[in-house]
């Protein structure tokens, strides 16, 4: 099934991390919380998708249906 990723907005704090391990799908805004490209992630994506999803400090990363 096809994933993208999506933030709990009501548990993000705005760490970065996963813009850090995630460049090419979250960058930050001027506030320092992430902006999400919202396409869907590439077989070849997913290892670091969920590894991003398991690092993010809040739990407010996950992989949601497309
Ligand atoms: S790593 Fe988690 S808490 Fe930090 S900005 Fe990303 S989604 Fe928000």
Known sequence: MVKKL???????????LCATLLGDDVVLDEWGFPV???RPVTAGE???AR???LACP???LRLGDV
């Open 58 to 60: 809040a739990l407010a």
């Open 36 to 38: 999400l490209s919202g």
């Open 6 to 16: 999506e933030i709990d907005w009501t548990r993000c704090d705005g760490h970065g």
């Open 46 to 48: 997913m290892t670091n």
């Open 51 to 53: 590894r991003a999803v």
